[in-house]
């Protein structure tokens, strides 16, 4: 039988090279990639079994990227390997469209055994967040963090330290509509504080600051 293929998504390359070693034992590696535009267009030509991504990528996050082959039809399946044990964020994954979610801290034999659950039909959760998950059950349900394009931009330029003012005459748009935006946003993310709102942008990987 043929061994499945495995597309690997992830900027870090020292991690990347290590991960290489371990899953060509066992897999077919197809390719590496370090961005979410990257992604997209290697998961097209290589057609992968797998597509083993991070959130946190430059140019576009691993959620966006994955949301765009959702949206395109592609039949691979996915695996989040990140750094965040976020029950948020594992949420968010699996409406994305992902099958498995594994923290890079429990990554080698764990992301193995994953991998072999997901291309058997199953979904696969790493013990550490579902732990966590188990411990808290009257926590609200994650927020969604879908965000229009305008709202992205009026991030992308909060984070960058810009006053509302500043964002507006960027933008274009009146500061009342600037500020509704963010507000829209922080009450979307579930965060009360402007700085909670970039540090939230920062951990999904929507900028490179």
Avoid at 155 to 180: D, F, H, P, Y
């Amino acid at each position: 039988m043929s061994s499945a293929k495995i597309l690997l998504a992830d900027d870090h390359t020292m991690f990347v090279q290590g991960l290489q070693s371990f899953l060509e034992d066992e897999f077919e590696l197809v390719g590496t990639v370090a961005d979410g535009q990257e992604l997209a267009e290697a998961a097209r030509r290589l057609d992968p079994d797998v597509i083993v991504v991070d959130i946190s990528m430059p140019v576009m996050n691993g959620l966006d990227a994955v949301r765009q082959l959702v949206k395109v039809g592609t039949t691979a399946k996915i695996i989040f390997l990140t750094m965040h044990a976020d029950e948020q964020l594992m949420a968010e994954a699996f409406r994305c469209g992902a099958s498995g979610y594994v923290l890079k801290q429990s990554a080698g034999e764990e992301l193995i055994t994953a991998i072999r659950q997901v291309l058997a039909g199953h979904q696969y959760v790493t013990p550490l967040v579902a732990a966590e998950s188990a411990r808290a059950p009257g926590r609200h349900p994650a927020q969604s963090l879908r965000l229009t394009p305008r709202q992205r931009e009026v991030l992308q330029l909060v984070i960058e330290g810009r006053t509302m003012k500043e964002v507006a005459a960027q933008l274009g748009i009146s500061t009342r509509t600037a500020e509704s935006h963010k507000y829209e946003m922080m009450e979307g993310l579930g965060v009360e504080t402007t700085a909670e709102l970039i540090q939230y942008a920062i951990k999904l990987g929507l900028t490179s600051t």
